[in-house]
């Protein structure tokens, strides 16, 4: 048992506006009560938000690491390192994400996976598991490993989907042979099915939704857009995605992955509902300590400019950001309302990964996943299931 906690003084973004000087009540994990009075409550917390920003916590759809670990290592200890780092800066629900790699080690994540979902610990609570592989399109590779790179073959993905409970997520690149079979399938088990590392036109795009993939991974990053070959234009991934007016996109809000004018025309054309922002963080993401070095652990990969990249400078390689970054950048760069972008980071993913019956905004009965940001948005306080962080 947690107790109660109230949350005081505090301008709360609710889904019917901002409530401006108000408490919100926590018991035992869960929100019982959001009002501009002042209950007492005998044996209660306070914390006073002395008139910040008090916001749902964030929910990162995509991350591969954090705090100098990968969930790739699929190891308890680096979870909960990940999970906390992220925590810090605001993230509260988090869907771990494993690129390429053989798929014994996908199993041994999922297991580690699995059993946080069924026991949570403190940090980000992991709320299911993403796969960014292997089906990816070794042209649009970007930073993932190309001789990880395979096609789909359902001996290989039935039987593992089958029996991972944690599998909420998964992208792959619909043009490659047996990848809209692949869609069909992973689609009727309530998985996620994203375009991703693609050079999918707009027949395959079309094709693809209709073969249940749904969402667009890291939107602009690792996919074509228009172009020429000789004297003919040509639509790429990008367009054909805006076409399909009910297909869900992620983006890096970070402003390097995609520059703030796309920002600005993603959340034109595709709208709040549409949108989730994400950090795709590396493990040097949440993780000063190398972030001014340039160094990483890879010879194959530098820290430049903000972002991660290929050493030969030939692709980005994955991000530092976290999600605190992102909305800032959409706000103070981007020129969103706040609202919107915390909509972004928090109700909207919430709705995409099926978990806005308990997450994504701050409402009686939810679980009490809250960040407390002051006016230039910078984190103060984080508490996850009503626990400070």
């Known amino acids: 048992m947690k107790g ?18 108000a408490t919100l009540v926590v018991c035992d994990g869960k929100i019982r009560e959001i009002t501009t009075d ?21 929910i990162d759809m995509h991350v591969h690491g954090g705090g100098g670990r990968y969930f790739l290592e699929a190891s308890k200890e680096a979870f909960n390192i990940i999970n ?9 629900a988090i869907f771990p994400t494993l690129q390429s790699a053989p798929m014994c080690q996908f199993a041994q994540a999922a297991e580690v996976c699995d059993a946080l979902m069924r026991h949570p610990e403190s940090g980000a609570q992991v709320m299911g598991l993403h796969l960014e592989g292997d089906y990816l399109n070794p042209v649009r590779c970007g930073g993932q490993d190309p001789d990880s790179l395979l096609l789909p073959d359902p001996k290989v993905y039935r039987p593992f989907l089958e029996s991972t409970p944690s599998l909420a997520r998964w992208s792959a690149a619909p043009e490659l042979p047996g990848a809209l079979e692949f869609g069909t399938f992973v689609s009727s088990k309530g998985v996620l099915v994203a375009i991703a590392h693609t050079v999918a036109d707009y027949p395959m795009v079309k094709a693809a939704w209709e073969h249940g993939f749904s969402h667009a991974t890291h939107f602009y990053n690792a ?12 639509e790429g991934t990008v367009e054909s995605i805006y076409l399909m007016d009910d297909m869900s996109v992620e983006v890096i809000g970070d402003g390097i992955h995609v520059p703030v004018p796309l920002l600005k025309l993603i959340y034109k054309i595709k709208g709040v509902e549409r949108t989730s922002l994400v950090t795709d963080g590396m493990a040097y993401s949440a993780f000063d300590a190398q972030k001014d070095t ?25 991000s530092i950001a976290t999600m605190d970054v992102v909305v800032r950048t959409m706000v103070q760069n981007a020129g969103i309302s706040l609202t919107d972008a915390i909509r972004m980071a928090s109700e909207t993913p919430a709705r995409r990964m099926n978990i806005a019956d308990r997450k994504g905004s701050l409402e009686k009965g939810k679980d009490a996943d809250i960040v407390v940001l002051s ?6 306080q984080t508490f996850c299931r009503g626990e400070r962080i």
Not at 223 to 234: C, G, L, N, P
Not at 375 to 380: A, D, S, T
């Open 84 to 92: 906390k780092a992220h925590a810090l800066h605001g993230t509260t």
């Open 294 to 318: 340039g160094q990483t652990d890879s010879p194959k990969i530098i820290i430049e400019d903000g972002v991660c990249k290929l050493a030969d400078r030939s692709a980005l390689a994955g």
């Open 38 to 58: 002042r209950p007492e409550i005998e044996n209660a917390e306070t914390y006073d938000a002395q008139g910040n920003f008090v916001a749902p916590g964030f």
């Open 223 to 234: 996919m074509t857009s228009v172009h020429k070959d000789r004297e003919f234009k040509h």
């Open 4 to 21: 109660f906690l109230k949350i005081i003084n505090g301008n709360l973004l609710t889904p019917q506006g901002i409530l401006k000087e």
């Open 375 to 380: 006016k230039e948005l910078e984190v103060i």
